[in-house]
């Protein structure tokens, strides 16, 4: 298997705010998100240029809701994490634990 595909920072958190929201990650809710937990005020453009590059990377699928009335009939686009994204994520996550090992920048040692 081929090792998943290096996570750029953003990439990253808008993964973690799509794990978060499960079914209800949508462009709206993600930038939600994104500013409550990572106070992060993201552009829509911004995040929509990143939700389609992670799924030409395979990190993320989408699917359309309903049509809705207050949305002028169109469906929103709800995002999920893949198998491979999940992947990208943790070997992320590994990566940072092993930089930060030892190091003392948040208080406490993170040995």
Do not use: W
């Not at 995040?47 to 929103?76: F, M």
């Amino acid at each position: 298997m081929k090792p998943p595909a290096p996570l750029g920072e953003f990439e990253h958190i808008v993964l973690l705010a799509i794990l978060r929201l499960e079914d209800k990650a949508y462009g709206v809710t993600i930038r939600g998100e994104l500013a409550e937990r990572a106070g992060r005020e993201v552009a829509p453009g911004a995040l929509y240029t990143t939700l389609d590059r992670l799924e030409d990377k395979g990190l993320v699928e989408s699917r359309l809701g309903d049509p809705t009335a207050e949305r002028g009939g169109r469906a929103r686009r709800y995002y999920s994490v893949t198998a491979n994204g999940l992947r990208a994520i943790a070997a992320a996550q590994r990566a940072l634990r092993s930089l930060m090992e030892g190091l003392n920048i948040l208080g406490d040692s993170l040995a």
